[in-house]
């Protein structure tokens, strides 16, 4: 029965499980997933579609695209950098070079906005998402503040295009602006709610961080220079330039944070406010405000 287990042997469920063995073996965290979205994405078929197709046999080419996707995978290549795109608050968004993966952890900023802006939500709110990547948290917050515009800013231009071109995908285009500066620097003011997660890693720490992240995410997303708190001191010293009277603050912290950022916003003559926990239990959003 050689020919039978050749065709065995290239299945569309077999090349998964094959996958899904290398990747465990080499210590991935979620080897079943990844195998899953990288067979399909090569072969462009959906979680469904490979179900229906499971014995199907594949193609020479095909092989060959899921071996190389396999192989940038084990390379500890992100899956989301793979297939060029990640799932923020529900929305599809694609990424590039110079984004950042958004992360879940993010989430807890948008949970502390709307959870602070209450019935203020439908509201004509004035939204500036400082240093904003792929556009995560603007579009997350534009999908739930219906009157709401917004404006994104970003050193990198390759990101602010990436950015724009999401709004446009995701129909919100006619709310959203992106101009690229250093944080906050080109804006005006009277901003009703401002939102962060800027470079925070420490530079020194860059190097012990996960494979995934040190060789794959951009420096400049990462790199909040020698104590990591670089890019909180800019944004703190311009918040109450930028933001209406009663506006609000939310920045995005890195482990260990919250302490410097609570005084780096009380030095810059800001109050701050309660700090929501992410879904490990880290304290990660910080709102904080310009007046009672
Ligand atoms: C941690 S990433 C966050 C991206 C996105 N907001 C998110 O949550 O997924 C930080 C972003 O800040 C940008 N950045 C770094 N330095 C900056 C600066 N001085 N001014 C504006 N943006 C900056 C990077 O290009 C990157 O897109």
Redesign the pocket.
């Known amino acids: 029965m050689p020919a039978a287990s050749t065709e065995t042997a290239r299945s569309v469920a077999t090349m998964r499980r094959r996958l899904a063995r290398q990747f465990s073996e080499a210590g991935l965290d979620t080897p079943d997933l990844d195998a899953r979205v990288l067979v399909g994405h090569a072969l462009a078929l959906d979680h469904a579609a490979l179900a229906a197709q499971a014995d199907r046999r594949l193609s020479d080419r095909e092989a060959a695209a899921v071996a190389a996707l396999a192989q940038r995978r084990l390379g500890r290549e992100p899956v989301a950098r793979i297939v060029g795109a990640k799932e923020f608050w529900g929305l599809p968004l694609t990424l590039n070079a110079?984004?950042?993966v958004?992360r879940p952890e993010?989430e807890t900023v948008v949970e502390a906005a709307l959870a602070a802006l209450g019935e203020d939500r439908g509201q004509a709110l004035r939204i500036a998402?400082?240093?904003?990547?792929?556009g995560?948290?603007l579009l997350a917050l534009l999908s739930e503040l219906p009157a709401a515009q917004g404006v994104g800013?970003?050193?990198?231009l390759s990101?602010l295009g990436c950015a724009r071109s999401n709004a446009a995908a995701l129909g919100v285009e006619n709310r959203a602006s992106f101009v690229a500066?250093?944080?906050g620097s080109a804006l005006g003011g009277g901003f009703d709610l401002v939102v962060a997660?800027?470079?925070y890693v420490a530079s020194a720490a860059i190097a012990g961080l996960q494979p995934e992240v040190r060789n794959f995410d951009?420096r400049?997303?990462?790199d909040g220079g020698p104590d990591g708190l670089l890019?909180y001191r800019a944004i703190a010293g311009d918040a109450r330039r930028i933001l209406a009277r009663h506006g609000l603050l939310v920045l995005e912290l890195g482990a260990g944070e919250l302490e410097a950022v609570t005084a780096l916003a009380a030095e810059a003559g800001l109050i701050p406010g309660p700090c929501r926990r992410d879904l490990g239990g880290l304290p990660r959003a910080l709102a904080v405000k310009v007046s009672t």
């Open positions: 110079e984004t950042l958004p993010t998402d400082l240093d904003t990547g792929s995560a948290l800013t970003d050193i990198s990101a500066c250093d944080h997660n800027p470079p951009p400049r997303a990462l890019a």
